[in-house]
């Protein structure tokens, strides 16, 4: 699972929680890494498409 994030506070929340309910967890900081990793293969990526910048 890829956490696009760029709070690094909130990002390691959700990886230790993601990773107690047994995901892979990878994180990028900013849209740019985000796209990035993507072209790695990711299946899903959930978004906060409506978050400022975010377009």
């Known amino acids: 699972m890829l956490i696009v994030e760029d709070d690094a506070h909130i990002a390691e929340l959700l990886r230790m929680?993601?990773?107690d309910e047994g995901y892979e967890v990878?994180?990028?900081?900013?849209?740019?890494?985000?796209?990035?990793?993507?072209?790695?293969?990711y299946k899903l990526s959930p978004t906060g498409a409506g978050e400022e910048g975010a377009a």
């Open 17 to 19: 929680h993601l990773r």
């Open 26 to 41: 990878h994180h990028a900081a900013d849209g740019h890494a985000g796209l990035r990793e993507l072209e790695r293969g």
